[in-house]
Antibody, heavy 115, light 110 residues
Framework: EVHLVESGGGLAQPGGSLRLSCAAS????????MSWVRQAPGKGLEWVST????????YYADSVKGRFTISRDNSKSTLYLQMNSLRAEDTAVYFC????????WGQGTLVTVSS | QSVLTQPPSASGTPGQRVTISCSGS????????VNWYQQLPGTAPKLLIY???QRPSGVPDRFSGSKSGTSASLAISGLQSEDEADYYC???????????FGGGTKLTVL
């Protein structure tokens, strides 16, 4: 059974940084692209970033390009999202998902950007 | 404003059939398959339909998907109270080189 567990969310100040992690199990991690999708409070889903199984290529939404970096460690079956220069509008629940558009999802981790 | 367009709301009575539309463009729905997700309050999205018309194991056959040109639709037959949720369509966009979602449709079972 596929299992995805996000961690690393919390409160950050505007301009600050956070690093999210997603521990994966139940499938051959390096064979699948992985993605981050976020959902602001009371809003819809927004695709954030995708990384291929081999770590290259990577893809980003315009809203996070240049500020966020997606990466993965296939030896640890773990996906990461380094978030820098955080803004209030980055406040959301961040989900990791298997594949480009997500066939399995984690439970999400809340990121709040506020002073 | 979402790249994929869905109606913000839909409703039906138990046992009825409802459809939710998703309109896009050539670069997304026109060239790629569509996924549909169900999201219950406070939970993660759950994949309902992949590859435009395929159901993952465990999803009841009351749920079906279709795609034509640059539009897709989700049909739910034999509507049940537990189907009350938010529904999202999604696809990869070859022009944006990224994923795109619809704005979501809130389904109410009357």
């Amino acid at each position: 059974e596929v299992h995805l567990v996000e961690s690393g969310g919390g409160l950050a100040q505007p301009g600050g940084s956070l690093r999210l992690s997603c521990a994966a199990s139940g499938f051959t991690f390096n064979k699948y692209a992985m993605s981050w999708v976020r959902q602001a409070p009371g809003k819809g889903l927004e695709w954030v970033s995708t990384v291929s199984g081999s770590s290259d290529p990577t893809y980003y939404a315009d809203s996070v390009k240049g500020r966020f970096t997606i990466s993965r460690d296939n030896s640890k079956s773990t996906l990461y999202l380094q978030m820098n220069s955080l803004r209030a509008e980055d406040t959301a629940v961040y989900f990791c998902a298997k594949n480009r558009m997500g066939d399995n999802w984690g439970q999400g981790t809340l990121v709040t950007v506020s002073s | 404003q979402s790249v994929l367009t869905q109606p913000p709301s839909a409703s039906g009575t138990p046992g009825q059939r409802v459809t939710i539309s998703c309109s896009g463009s050539r670069s997304n729905i026109g060239l790629n398959t569509v996924n549909w997700y169900q999201q219950l309050p406070g939970t993660a999205p759950k994949l309902l339909i992949y590859s435009s018309n395929q159901r993952p194991s465990g999803v009841p056959d009351r749920f079906s998907g279709s795609k034509s040109g640059t539009s897709a639709s989700l049909a739910i037959s034999g509507l049940q109270s537990e189907d009350e949720a938010d529904y999202y369509c999604a696809a990869w966009d070859d022009s944006l080189n990224g994923g795109v979602f619809g704005g979501g449709t809130k389904l109410t079972v009357l």
